[in-house]
């Protein structure tokens, strides 16, 4: 027993003095030391085997060994610590004649991230919920509940994006999708807004895209009209854009209100004058709105007798446009940095 101990500390310190770097030293402990099948640890087990008067003396021996190797186990590891802590110092040495290195830039948030949560802000304030909906809708939700058949002529005016092989699933053409869901979920009264991006195949220009942001309100009530309407859209153009603005209403139809406007706005680019941003007319389209269908009541599960609302459809990304006075809504979807770095 005992010459079996001390051929393994033999062995060990000639092994120990081969070891190069961490891997080789780990696979030694683990030659010698292992619970398993580690040399050492068998041989310390074989004391159960030797008789009474032996076991003493050898055990003795045996931890003396097991100590001993031990410690020169700890100190090859220090050892190898050191010297790769010196070896990372002379890689990374600092050259002090060396030039700085260019200062990073930091990034920016994207102005239709700015606006939004602005309006967020502003709406939480006057007591509404923010909602979301998915972009990828049903034909119902997108068209049905918002009083849009299948053979409606305002299907038409919206150039939908339909999913090849499902044609009951649309790329939603506004977020109005999102009326009819809320009151399904939270029923009556509702004060409720919804940001979110939307999708049209037309084609584009200065003040049309594939791809665009809108903001959908929706409130109701017992008892609404459209001055309360009005008054809300007004406290919402001033709370954003920070100024006065001029504004007109006129009659437009939407399936999903009755009776339904356009609010514009005197174009804030040109001041009136017409531009690209305007399509030269001076004034912005900037708020389709109106008060909520009787039948999209129903669809939201409420009672059109009983409860009336209004609803309203921002063009949140005309009105980044007219705060920041960016001529073409083509650049938010670039991805130009020259775009994005003055924001």
Not at 219 to 231: E, N, Q, Y
Request: glycine residues 10%; charged residues 30%.
């Amino acid at each position: 027993m005992k010459e079996q101990l001390e051929r393994i500390k033999k062995e060990f310190v000639g092994a120990l003095e081969e070891v190069k770097d961490a891997l080789m030293l780990e696979e030694l402990e683990q030659r010698f030391f292992s619970r398993k099948s580690g040399e050492l640890t068998q041989a310390m087990k074989g004391l159960k085997d030797v008789s009474v008067e032996m076991k003493k003396e050898l055990g003795q021996f045996a931890n003396v060994v097991k100590q001993e190797l031990s410690g020169m186990l700890d100190n090859k590891k220090e050892e190898l610590e050191n010297k790769s802590f010196e070896d990372l110092a002379k890689n990374e040495a600092i050259d002090v004649t060396q030039s700085p290195l260019p200062k990073k830039k930091k990034g920016a948030i994207h102005p239709m991230s700015i606006i939004h949560r602005e309006l967020e802000e502003l709406f939480r304030s006057m007591g509404f919920m923010v909602l979301d909906g998915p972009e990828l809708e049903s034909d119902y939700f997108n068209f049905e509940a918002l009083n849009i058949p299948k053979d409606h002529p305002a299907r038409d005016g919206h150039d939908t994006f339909f999913i090849k092989d499902h044609s009951d699933w649309v790329m939603r053409t506004q977020t109005s999708p999102v009326q009819v869901r809320g009151m399904l979920k939270y029923g009556a009264p509702l004060r409720a807004v919804v940001p979110g991006r939307v999708f049209r195949n037309e084609a584009t220009d200065g003040s049309h895209d594939h791809t665009f942001f809108q903001m959908e309100g929706l409130i109701v009530d017992k008892g609404l009209s459209i001055s309360h309407l009005i008054g809300v859209m007004k406290g919402l153009l001033e709370g954003i854009l920070k100024k006065d603005v001029t504004i007109r209403l006129r009659p437009g139809f939407f399936p999903f209100v009755e009776p339904g406007f356009e609010l514009d706005m005197v174009c804030l680019i040109c001041n009136g004058k017409g531009c690209k941003a305007c399509g030269n007319t001076g004034w912005v389209e900037i708020i389709p709105c109106g008060l909520v269908h009787p039948e999209v009541i129903k669809a939201g599960g409420l009672d059109p007798e009983e409860y009336t609302g209004f609803a309203f459809g921002l063009g949140s990304m005309r009105l980044v446009m007219q705060r920041y006075g960016i001529e073409d809504i083509r650049h938010f979807m670039k991805g130009d940095l020259r775009f994005l770095d003055q924001f």
